[in-house]
Structure formats: C-alpha cells, structure tokens
C-alpha cells in the first residue's frame, strides 16, 4: 500500500521560497511520477506540476519560472519548491502518485497536504 | 487548455437520493476523465478513473459515464458519508491536467 507523507506547515514572508516534501513509502518510488496539486482557501483543485522516472519534469504555464519540481530517490522523497511567493500563493499543496495504464492516468493516492501561508 | 466545466456547482439532496453531476470538457477527450471525491479537511479520494471504472474499494453505488466532450458521476442512493465536494479531471493532455471547478453535495 503506497502512501505519502508530506512535510508541516509553513508561514513565509512575500518574496520569499518554499520547499515542500512528499515521502513515499510501500512501493517502488523509482517507478513513479508525482505530481503537485494546490487548494487555495474555500477554493478547487490547480495543477502546478508533476515529475517523471525518466522524462523529468513538466510544469503548468502559470508557475512557469517560479516552481521546481525534483525528486530523490534515495529517499523516496519528492519536492516542490515555490520562489516568488505573494499572498495569493496561500494554499494548500498536496502531492500525488501519477498512475498510469494503457495511455489512462490518474493520481492516486494523495499526500495528507501541506498548508503554506504567506503573509507579512 | 483543455477547460472542465462541473453543474451544478452546488446540490442539496438527501440521505437515499440518486444525483447525478455532469463534467464537460472544452474539446473531446475521449474517456480520460477521473472524478475525485473531497470532504472537509481531506485530501481528496479517486473514485474513478477511464470515465467508468471504479477504482477498487469505492462503493457500488458511485458510477461514471460519457466519453467525449460530456461525463456524469451518478451516486444511486446517498449514505451520510457522501456529502463532500466532486471534482473531475482530464487526463487527455498529459502535458496539463485540468479539475473541474468542483460540485459540493449538501444535506438537504
């Protein structure tokens, strides 16, 4: 049974970065793509960007520049590092295991998630 | 981007009720399509995957449809455990992935 275990909260200045932890466990990490997904407040689910085996990296265009995705696989242990933070950035961030199968993909399962809040 | 749009957004119903809420994607993506189930405070849960398979574990009373351009989750009779908030996702561009804007499902 695969499950991830994501790093606590954090509260961060504007301008300033974040780096989040995903740890894996109960499966081959090496094997995965994980993915990054934000909530903000009262809001829905954003996609920001996911990290593969051997492809690397894919991210959305609105984080373009500002997020980095990277993985260890020593530790079975994902990050997402987000520079530039404004108070908009203010979310939840969860990470998923992106499943793949005949072309069909989904995330599952989810970290627990981690609230960043950014503010003065 | 592919853009998914969920009705209704919001659904009051009760304990026992069949609902069914409807995904439309902006261009077709055949059948990759997930649903995703969020209650307070949680992460969220896939239900579904492929449009129509139900991943292992979830109740038989969740089912998924459409291919396409239009989807629908259907619960058949709601338990108290059911009120959350739904989300879909395409999968078809695997370059973005895409969520619905959500549909709370409210006690009535």
Avoid: H
């Avoid at chain 2, 009705?7 to 009051?12: A, D, F, I, K």
């Avoid at chain 2, 055949?30 to 398979?53: C, D, E, F, M, V």
């Amino acid at each position: 049974q695969v499950q991830l275990v994501q790093s606590g909260a954090e509260v961060k200045k504007p301008g300033s970065s974040v780096k989040v932890s995903c740890k894996a466990s109960g499966g081959t990490f090496s094997a995965y793509t994980i993915t990054w997904v934000r909530q903000a407040p009262g809001q829905g689910l954003e996609w920001m960007g996911r990290i593969l085996p051997i492809l690397g990296t894919n991210y959305a265009q609105k984080f373009q520049g500002r997020v980095t995705i990277t993985a260890d696989r020593s530790t079975s242990t994902a990050y997402m590092e987000l520079s530039g933070l404004r108070s908009e950035d203010t979310a939840i961030y969860y990470c998923a295991r992106d499943v793949g199968s005949f072309f069909y993909n989904w995330l599952d399962p989810w970290g627990q998630g981690t609230l960043v809040t950014v503010s003065s | 981007d592919i853009q998914m749009t969920q009705s209704p957004s919001s659904l009051s119903a009760s304990a026992g009720d069949r609902v069914i809420i409807t995904c439309r994607a902006s261009q077709s993506i055949s059948t990759y399509l997930n649903w995703y189930q969020q209650r307070p405070g949680k992460a969220p849960k896939l239900l579904i995957y492929g449009a129509s398979t139900l991943q292992t574990g979830v109740p038989s009373r969740f089912s998924g449809g459409g291919s396409g351009t239009e989807f629908t989750l259907t619960i058949s009779s709601l338990q108290p455990e059911d009120f959350a908030t739904y989300y879909c996702q395409q999968s078809s561009s695997t370059l973005m992935y895409t969520f619905g804007q959500g549909t709370k499902l409210e006690i009535k």
